[in-house]
């Protein structure tokens, strides 16, 4: 395809514990994507193995770090970037990456995240957006679109959706970035950009549910939503501006250079003994 940067060749098996797999995911559910992506954004980075720990709370993309072999840490529901932010502390030479769902991040972790974005610390966090709790049964989160269905929603959602990516970026965190599954190859790009900043950084990857939000929004499969979002998208202006009235804003929403939490924090340990 003409104009597409293509991914170098990486083996695969050697990024995944092979003994966890078939995985858990419904088919047409998108985190296989966002997995492939991540791995290659990884291989790119050329990061060793033992120099990444992934971190996860509950949900269902949380999943995914019991299926790489890195060090991988699978924690309490909204808790991720709390373990993480112990880990970066801990040992700030590591890339530390955190995997969440929308739910986990920013319904009972939103304190976490939004004060992981304040203080700028080292973390890379890849939130994946299915609009919905999709493993306790299909509940209203944080991100669900107004007017979608859900369990606790059967007449449609009454309430607006957080803007995951605006709220990182008046947050404070360095770099903040959307993009969909149907957008692979951009994911990937996205991710290795994030991976490569100093700071917080925030991915969010719209993957709509196919199970307890399509079915229930006449999208039922994967191959509907995968076509809803295509439709849906649309590119920002610098600064977060859209070009479209309504829709799915995709793009950089933040990339700065501020200073990092860990970087802070070890001259002002420094210091203290002066």
Same mark, same amino acid.
């Given at each position: ?116 974005? $304040? &203080? !700028?610390?080292?973390? *890379?966090?890849?939130?994946?957006? =299915?609009? #919905?709790?999709?493993?306790?049964? +299909? ?75 399509? $079915? &229930? !929004?006449?999208?039922? *499969?994967?191959?509907?939503?995968? =076509?809803? #979002?295509?439709?849906?998208?649309? +590119? ?39």
């Amino acid at each position: 395809m003409a104009g597409r940067r293509l991914s170098p060749a990486i083996d695969i098996e050697k990024y995944l514990r092979k003994r966890n797999l078939p995985h858990i995911w419904c088919a047409g559910c998108g985190n296989g994507i966002v997995l492939g992506a991540l791995l290659r954004a990884i291989a790119r980075s050329g990061f060793r193995q033992d120099d990444v720990a992934m971190v996860s709370g509950i949900g269902c993309s949380s999943r995914l770090p019991g299926y790489v072999d890195f060090n991988t840490l699978h924690t309490t529901h909204g808790r991720a970037i709390a373990f993480a932010t112990g880990i970066k502390l801990g040992r700030p030479d590591m890339h530390v990456i955190v995997v969440s769902g929308d739910g986990d991040a920013t319904a009972i972790g939103g304190n976490h995240f939004i004060h992981a974005c $304040r &203080r !700028n610390i080292g973390i *890379t966090a890849i939130i994946v957006n =299915n609009y #919905i709790y999709g493993m306790t049964g +299909g509940q209203v989160s944080p991100t669900t679109p107004k007017g979608s269905r859900a369990t606790t929603a059967p007449f449609g959602n009454a309430e607006r959706p957080f803007d995951i990516c605006l709220l990182a970026a008046a947050a404070g965190a360095n770099f903040a970035a959307r993009t969909t599954a149907f957008h692979a190859d951009k994911l990937e790009d996205l991710i290795f950009k994030g991976l490569g900043r100093k700071g917080f950084s925030v991915i969010e990857a719209i993957t709509p549910c196919p199970t307890c939000f399509g $079915r &229930r !929004n006449q999208n039922p *499969t994967g191959v509907d939503l995968m =076509n809803l #979002i295509r439709e849906q998208s649309c +590119g920002i202006e610098p600064g977060g501006k859209s070009e479209a009235p309504a829709g799915i804003r995709l793009g950089v929403f933040a990339d700065r250079d501020e200073k990092e939490f860990t970087e802070i924090y070890a001259e002002m340990a420094a210091g203290a003994g002066r």
